[in-house]
Structure formats: C-alpha cells, structure tokens
Nanobody
Framework: QVRLVESGGGLVQAGGSTRISCDAS????????MAWYRQAPGKQRELVAS???????DYADSVKGRFSISRDKYMRTSNLQMNSLKPEDTAVYYC?????????WGQGTQVTVSS
C-alpha cells in the first residue's frame, strides 16, 4: 500500500510565496512520475505541475514562471514552490504519484491566497 501525505500551504497574501510538500510511504515500486493538481471550489481538478523520473518538468500555463516542482532522487518526496501567488491560485492542492503498481493521490492541502 502507498500513502501520499501533503504538508504546508495555509493562508498567504497575494504576491507572497509558500511551499507545499508531499511525502510518499509504503511499498513504493519503480516510481516514474510525481505531480501536483489543484481543485478550486466549483471547478474541475487541474494539473499544475509534473516531474518525471528523469527530471523533466511540465507546468500549466497559468503557473509557468511562478511555480517550481522538485523531487528527491528516490521520488519519495515532491515539493511545489509557489511564488507571486494570486487569489486565483486558491485551491486544494493534491499530490499524485505514478508507480509500477498504479497511481496514487494524497488527501490534499488547502492553499488560500488573500487579496
């Protein structure tokens, strides 16, 4: 069984920065990618950023140049550094990881950006 636990986030002022983290535990077999999604009230969950095993990253257009995803060499931890935050970044942020045995989600962490 694999468990993903997010931490960080909270209330941040517009223009500020924060970092959220994801820690994976359990029987982790051949992790190949980690990513961050977010879901704002009344909206669909959307991909924010992803990172592959080789380090290739991809970002949603709305966060390019402001957010940065990273991971440790074992792909057991992923961080999302969020800068120049905007009120529209307010959402629950979910960690996602793909491994040989399947894909997994964390429980989510709230990030609220006040104007």
């Amino acid at each position: 069984q694999v468990r993903l636990v997010e931490s960080g986030g909270g209330l941040v002022q517009a223009g500020g920065s924060t970092r959220i983290s994801c820690d994976a535990s359990g029987t982790i077999v051949s992790p190949t990618a980690m990513a961050w999604y977010r879901q704002a009230p009344g909206k669909q969950r959307e991909l924010v950023a992803s990172i592959a095993g080789g380090g290739t990253t991809d970002y949603a257009d709305s966060v390019k140049g402001r957010f940065s995803i990273s991971r440790d060499k074992y792909m057991r931890t992923s961080n999302l550094q969020m800068n120049s935050l905007k009120p529209e970044d307010t959402a629950v942020y979910y960690c996602w990881a793909r491994m040989r045995q399947g894909a997994y989600w964390g429980q989510g962490t709230q990030v609220t950006v006040s104007s």
